[in-house]
Each structure stands twice: as structure tokens, then as C-alpha cells.
């Protein structure tokens, strides 16, 4: 019986296989040739393979089958990726996915990034994220019509840098630095913790400082993410941070306590850094302004940190995490976004857009006008 069943759903996975296969369309612009492809792949290889299994099957008669099931599973796995994360975004085109599409991989080659930009899809329902495997990126649906928080494909794109890129030369010295700083990291905490050690205190913070170990090499990928952010795009990235903290942050201090993990960094520790990254890259007047209006948000005005927080963000780590993040950017080749070079860029330019969007919102009273305007100007220029 349960051989029997096994062959039917195999089956039944090679039909629906082939049935997303047809969901792929035909012609896609080309933005979006590099994902049809891989979906393609991923597909026509488990199809295959669910193929060899059926006949691995009839080999078998009345014998043991866990083996091949488990096989199956895999299959599955692999086809339900796909499904998920990957043919949603070829099939489910509009005029706002197909104008993101050609946005981002426009800032692929203005940042000069030395591989394929993610797809878009505009459907999610968690704010940007990037899925690794089928490189698509999900935004909320309404973002094609606003410029505000577009800076946060910056962020994503930081995110693609690290994922999966282990065999890619071009980014060897990301590969590097991205080991430098977990040997930082090892190094501070590992020092604060045999100091701790040493002198009378609370008998708590050696504890803490362990567990705040762990969480750095958890969150050192958001952190090399902003900095990303921060030294390509430049200051709208860093307001862009502060508008998103401003409508969903419930504590700017968030901080958990041993053994509780926390997913991400605080937000009042990633505006730190972001202030460290623009004063290296010669953003000091911008970083000053967006830290006085920082201040005066009623999130900072109205709480404050625990005390164990004292612990969880050292300045010093922070400026060398920035440094050395800055510094292995600029070996990949990748462009890094100063007050001179901004200056100079052109007025299509999707970094000097999102900059001046930026000054026009907080100086500009008719600033949707402006903003209305100026991405009608865009769909045009990407239509």
C-alpha cells in the first residue's frame, strides 16, 4: 500500500512540476530572464529526478522504500521553493513590478554590483526581503508609488552581497572583511569577558557578555547590510531608517535578556552606526541633521535604555566594524556614494533621486506634487 501511494504522489508532483513549468511565460523583458531560468532548472532537474524515482520504485516490488521517500521529500522541497518564491514573480506581472524590476537592476549597474540584481516581486507581506535561493526580492505592493522608502532596496541589496556568494572572486574582498570583523567581534567580546571575569560586579554581565557575543555574529549581516546602504546611497538611506523606526519601532532600546535571542540589532544602535558611516564618507552636516531630528522623536524623548544595554553596542567596535566595511567595498570595486560624487552625478540618476526626495520632503511643501512628478518621470524613462 504505501508503495503504491508513494508512486501516486510522485506522480502527481511530476503533473504539478509540469504545470508551473507552463506558468513560466514564454517572453519576460529582461530583468527577468535570469530568474525564468533558474525556476526553469530548479524544475526540469526534480522532474527528472521524481522520473528516476518511479522507476527506482518499480525495482523495488514489496521492499523498503524510506530511503526513496525520503529522496522524494527533497524533490519536494526543492519544487515548493520554487513554487513559493520564484514563479509568482514571473507570473503575476504589473506595470509596478515590471517599473521596480527595471529600477533595481538600474542601481545594480549605477553601484556597479558584480552580479545579477534580484527579481521583483510586489506581493510581500513582511516589509523588503530577499529570498536567497530563487533571488527574488518581495516588496509591499504600494512602494512603486512612493520614493520615501525605496532606499530600503539598498539595504536588500547589502543582503545579496553576503548570501551565497562563496565562489564568486570578484567579491573576495567582501569575503575577507566579512572574516575580519567576526574575528573583531571574538576578539572585544572574548576581552570583555575576561575582564568581567576579573573584577567584582554584578555576577550577571559575564553571562550577558557571552550571550551579546553570539547575537553580533547573528546580527553582523544587518549591520554590514546598512553600512552597505549607508556608503552607497548616503544619507536618504539613514532617513529612510529613521521614517521606518518612526512608524513601526515599539523600543528604539529593544534589548533581551539571556537566553532570549533578538533577531535584529536595536534600531537606536543601527542609527549609531549609520551616523559612524556617513561621517566617513563625508556626510558630517547631513549625519548632525539627522541625528538632532532623531533626538526629538518621542521614541527617544520617551524611553530610555536597561541598564545591561551599556554592553550590547561598543563605539569602538562599531567604528571598526564601519571601517573595515568601507574598506572592503571600495577594494570589490563597489561605488561608494560621497558629497563630491553626488554633486556630480547626473539628474537621472536613481541616487541623486532618492537624496533629493529626501531634501524635498522635509523642505518642500508640495512635496507628493514633486515626488508625483518625478516617478511619473521615471516609469516613463523605464517603460
Known amino acids: 500500500m504505501i508503495q503504491g501511494y508513494l508512486e501516486s504522489h510522485v506522480k502527481e508532483q511530476i503533473e504539478r512540476s509540469l504545470y508551473l513549468k507552463s506558468l513560466i511565460p514564454r517572453k519576460v523583458y529582461p530583468e527577468l530572464i535570469g530568474l525564468a531560468d533558474r525556476c526553469s532548472r530548479i524544475l526540469d532537474d526534480n522532474i527528472g529526478y521524481l522520473r528516476f524515482l518511479l522507476q527506482q520504485l518499480e525495482l523495488r516490488n514489496a521492499g523498503d522504500v524510506r530511503d526513496l521517500y525520503r529522496s522524494f521529500r527533497v524533490a519536494y522541497r526543492d519544487i515548493e521553493t520554487v513554487e513559493y518564491f520564484g514563479i509568482p514573480a514571473l507570473h503575476f506581472q504589473t506595470d509596478s513590478s515590471k517599473f521596480l524590476n527595471k529600477f533595481i537592476f538600474a542601481i545594480k549597474d549605477e553601484i556597479n554590483l558584480p552580479f545579477v540584481a534580484p527579481a521583483v516581486a510586489c506581493f510581500s507581506n513582511g516589509y523588503f526581503w530577499v529570498h536567497g535561493t530563487t533571488n527574488v526580492m518581495f516588496m509591499p505592493i504600494g512602494e512603486a508609488n512612493s ?57 550577571e554581565v559575564p553571562m550577558i557578555i557571552r550571550h551579546l557575543h553570539s547575537q553580533w555574529k547573528s546580527w553582523v549581516n544587518e549591520f554590514f547590510s546598512d553600512l552597505f546602504a549607508c556608503y ?23 534589548f533581551e535578556k539571556p537566553p532570549v535571542p533578538q533577531s535584529h540589532p536595536s534600531d537606536d544602535s543601527r542609527m549609531k552606526l549609520l551616523e559612524i558611516g556617513l561621517k566617513k564618507t563625508g556626510f558630517s552636516s547631513e549625519a548632525q541633521e539627522i541625528r538632532s531630528i532623531w533626538d526629538c522623536m518621542p521614541f527617544v524623548t520617551s524611553s530610555s535604555p536597561i541598564y545591561e544595554y551599556q554592553y550590547a553596542y561598543p563605539i569602538s567596535l562599531m567604528e571598526d566594524l564601519a571601517e573595515l566595511v568601507l574598506n572592503g567595498m571600495k577594494k570589490s570595486e563597489i561605488s561608494i556614494l560621497t558629497p563630491e560624487i553626488l554633486n556630480k552625478l547626473d539628474d537621472k540618476s536613481i541616487r541623486k533621486i532618492l537624496n533629493e526626495a529626501w531634501k524635498n520632503f522635509w523642505k518642500n511643501p508640495n512635496f507628493r506634487e514633486w515626488e508625483t512628478t518625478t516617478l511619473r518621470t521615471l516609469n516613463q524613462s523605464y517603460a
Open 147 to 203: 520614493l520615501l522608502h525605496l532606499p530600503d532596496v539598498f539595504h536588500e541589496l547589502g543582503h545579496s552581497t553576503l548570501f551565497n556568494r562563496e565562489n564568486d572572486l570578484r567579491l573576495g574582498e567582501i569575503k575577507i572583511t566579512y572574516s575580519e570583523i567576526i574575528r573583531k567581534i571574538t576578539t572585544y567580546f572574548e576581552n570583555s569577558y575576561n575582564k568581567k571575569q576579573k573584577r567584582t560586579g554584578p555576577p
Open 232 to 254: 552607497t546611497l548616503g544619507p536618504a538611506y539613514t532617513w529612510a531608517h529613521l521614517h521606518l523606526t518612526t512608524k513601526k519601532c515599539d523600543d528604539v532600546y529593544k
